[in-house]
T-cell receptor, first 110, second 116 residues
Framework: GQNIDQPTEMTATEGAIVQINCTYQTSGFNGLFWYQQHAGEAPTFLSYNVLDGLEEKGRFSSFLSRSKGYSYLLLKELQMKDSASYLCAFSTGGGNKLTFGTGTQLKVEL | GAVVSQHPSWVICKSGTSVKIECRSLDFQATTMFWYRQFPKQSLMLMATSNEGSKATYEQGVEKDKFLINHASLTLSTLTVTSAHPEDSSFYIC????????????FGPGTRLTVL
């Protein structure tokens, strides 16, 4: 079957680094997405990993291990505006269906 | 680029009425759009995949006769919630795949539906 798991909540300090983990199980895996969602708004695209390894994009980096069914999103130099829900999702099948995790609510504090 | 809009952004309706939500790709053509539903503090649940010029593909447990999807052009898909009931109150979000790039889905701003 399909399964995707990430922590429900995390708290971090402004200026610090935080890592949000995501584990998944599925067949027909295409790739792993990370989206940011502020309350009451639609998700915005952060990253997409197809191959194993780390993809760096500014303050955000995303890592994927296909063999382990594991990904993480790394946020550096945290800012207050980074307080949001971070959703990991895997893509499967030829139609690129996305299956989302429940999201990790990140709270950045002073 | 890759902007997706939705209309309306919020709607309140009486139980038993029907509500239509539009999803438009503003600066690209989208052969495939997706409709999601999100209940408070829960993740996005895929309802259906909307393909231009053909019938939508519904996920298991989603009533196709209740949630009517029409994808009549390469820039517009509509979701009609028929005979809405309070349990249909939710945040409805569409997404679209940019033509030529079948990987990344770009999301619309969502429509908050409240059924009284």
């Amino acid at each position: 079957g399909q399964n995707i798991d990430q922590p429900t909540e995390m708290t971090a300090t402004e200026g610090a680094i935080v890592q949000i983990n995501c584990t998944y199980q599925t067949s027909g895996f295409n790739g792993l997405f990370w989206y940011q969602q502020h309350a009451g708004e639609a998700p915005t695209f952060l990253s997409y990993n197809v191959l194993d390894g780390l993809e760096e994009k500014g303050r955000f980096s995303s890592f994927l291990s296909r063999s382990k069914g594991y990904s993480y999103l790394l946020l550096k130099e945290l800012q207050m505006k980074d307080s949001a829900s971070y959703l990991c999702a895997f893509s499967t099948g030829g139609g690129n269906k996305l299956t989302f995790g429940t999201g990790t609510q990140l709270k950045v504090e002073l | 680029g890759a902007v997706v809009s939705q209309h309306p952004s919020w709607v309140i309706c009486k139980s038993g009425t029907s509500v239509k939500i539009e999803c438009r790709s503003l600066d690209f053509q989208a052969t495939t759009m997706f409709w999601y539903r999100q209940f408070p503090k829960q993740s996005l649940m895929l309802m259906a995949t909307s393909n231009e010029g053909s019938k939508a593909t519904y996920e298991q447990g989603v009533e196709k006769d209740k949630f009517l999807i029409n994808h009549a052009s390469l820039t517009l898909s509509t979701l009609t919630v028929t005979s809405a009931h309070p349990e249909d109150s939710s945040f409805y979000i569409c997404s679209a795949i940019v033509g030529g790039n079948t990987d990344t889905q770009y999301f619309g701003p969502g429509t908050r539906l409240t059924v009284l």
